[in-house]
Nanobody, 125 residues
Framework: QVQLVESGGGLVQPGGSLRLSCVVS????????IGWFRQAPGKEREGVSC????????NYADSVKGRFTIARGNAKNTVYLHMNSLKPEDTADYYC??????????????????WGQGTQVTVSS
């Protein structure tokens, strides 16, 4: 049973930073891609970033390029989303998702198989 658990959300002021974590269990190796998505109230789910099983394969939505960084942790079952220069429009529930055997990655929700429960990020003064 593949499971993903997000953590690290919270309330932060505009211009601040947060680090989200996605801990993955249930796969036999780290041969999977992870995507981060977000959904604000009343809006559709939006792809934010992703990292493939191949080192260095990452993608970002234009809205977060230069501000967010995705990376695998030293513990290979953890993927981080480092979020800097946060804006009120970054406020949303953030979800991570996984897909087995994907060396590259994409940020379309229908490309992923398993999802976490989400963590809430609020950017407000």
């Amino acid at each position: 049973q593949v499971q993903l658990v997000e953590s690290g959300g919270g309330l932060v002021q505009p211009g601040g930073s947060l680090r989200l974590s996605c801990v993955v269990s249930g796969y036999t190796s780290d041969n999977y891609a992870i995507g981060w998505f977000r959904q604000a109230p009343g809006k559709e789910r939006e792809g934010v970033s992703c990292i493939g099983s191949s080192a260095g394969s990452t993608n970002y939505a234009d809205s977060v390029k230069g501000r967010f960084t995705i990376a695998r942790g030293n513990a290979k079952n953890t993927v981080y989303l480092h979020m800097n220069s946060l804006k009120p429009e970054d406020t949303a529930d953030y979800y991570c998702a996984s897909r087995w055997g994907w060396r590259s990655c994409g940020i379309r929700a229908d490309e992923y198989d398993y999802w976490g429960q989400g963590t809430q990020v609020t950017v407000s003064s």
